[in-house]
């Protein structure tokens, strides 16, 4: 009977120094808190000159109960010219404002926007800036109405999509930071 109570004892001995060791394995992963983002800007400046084209999505109070703003209702771009586009992302819960645009491009390997013309608007889009892989970032653009044509652009901005990706929002997975499509008319 000694040795099964001898035996007990060291079990539960070792069983608890197990339990007890030093390792980390409790400590909870830090939390990378998602970017708010109550504001996005883009700013199409056509090539050679000319008035730029100014779109804004605002929505101050998140999930709130007062809608988010858009601005113009339709925007208007002129066949055959070429659009530089930039995109701002703003905090605008804090004062200052939080610019989340350098965020974002300080973690470009982490993040993609994505350009989504309707099927009957003829507008092409590439990127004008890449992250360090060489992989598409998008916070920079052209923007060319190829014809007349009518139909909605949707802008969106995921989170750790795959990268590299071919170019949908399927295949980059990921989450969706932001989205806003816009009415658009190329005249």
């Not at 199409?44 to 007062?66: H, I, K």
């Not at 070429?82 to 973690?107: D, M, S």
């Not at 994505?114 to 360090?132: A, E, H, K, R």
């Amino acid at each position: 009977m000694k040795t099964i109570s001898k035996f007990l004892i060291l079990s539960l001995v070792i069983l608890g120094m197990a339990s007890c060791n030093n390792d980390d394995d409790n400590t909870p992963d830090p939390v990378n808190e998602e970017e708010v983002i109550t504001t996005m800007t883009i700013t199409l400046t056509p090539e050679g000159g000319g008035t730029p084209v100014v779109l804004q999505s605002r929505d101050l109070d998140g999930d709130g109960p007062d809608p988010q703003v858009i601005t113009p209702v339709t925007v208007e771009l002129v066949v055959g010219v070429t659009y530089n586009g930039t995109i701002v992302l703003l905090n605008e819960t804090e004062t200052p404002a939080e610019n989340i645009t350098e965020e974002v491009e300080e973690e470009d390997d982490e993040h993609q926007f994505f350009y989504i013309p309707s099927s009957g608007l003829d507008v092409t889009f590439d990127y004008g800036n890449f992250d360090g892989d060489g992989n598409p970032l998008g916070t920079e653009f052209t923007l060319v109405a190829n014809t007349a044509s009518t139909g909605t652009v949707n802008f969106v901005l995921r989170h750790e999509p795959n990268k590299p990706n071919d170019g949908t929002l399927g295949d980059a997975g990921g989450e969706t930071d932001i989205s806003v499509t816009w009415d658009v008319e190329a005249q």
